[in-house]
């Protein structure tokens, strides 16, 4: 049981860390190219919702193709398994969950009206991400029992890293394409 327990924080740990990543990405790119908040929204949901299904799927196929190739070595010991709707299940919640975050402060100004300026969502989009890294890197660690300000560390790092990437590349294309 403990160990079905330990797949499935491992598959929201996953899920999580990779929609915090593809959305932060997505969002900084556009703000990058100077998209507007509208387009912003459009590419940030259709990211969460399409890159969350392929991720369950993903989960879901990888788990079972474990087990089938266990099951032709010999080894029938079906109980230690996750199950591989469960795997998806929590990859998919997860990618969903913290996939969100960086597209909370978008949101919150469509549907509310709030006309804040696209560089003020944009920070506060940045600095509510950040701290989703913090709170996977802190999971992570409290997981797997490593120290949790090396895995802060690392996933605020590659979290940072995906954001320079898109924007400078966001910015880049934009100023190729004008």
Known sequence: ?????????????????????????????????????????????????????????????SEKSHQELTVSRGNSKKEDYESPLGASVATFFSFILVGFIPLAVYTADFIFKFGWATNNMLAWSVALTLSAFVGIGYLRGKISKVK????????LGLGVAAAVISYGVGNILENIIK
């Not at 969002?27 to 998209?35: F, P, S």
């Not at 507007?36 to 919702?49: D, W, Y």
């Not at 949790?148 to 996933?155: A, G």
Request: hydrophobic share 50%; no cysteine.
């Open 1 to 61: 049981m403990i160990g079905k327990i330990e797949n499935n924080l491992r598959e929201f740990v996953y899920g999580g860390m990779d929609g915090a990543v593809t959305t932060f990405a997505v969002v900084t790119g556009a703000a990058g190219a100077n998209l507007s908040s509208h387009i912003i929204l459009i590419l940030g949901f259709a990211n969460v919702l399409a890159d969350g299904f392929s991720m369950a799927v993903g989960s879901y196929l």
């Open 148 to 155: 949790k300000s090396r895995t802060i560390f690392e996933s």
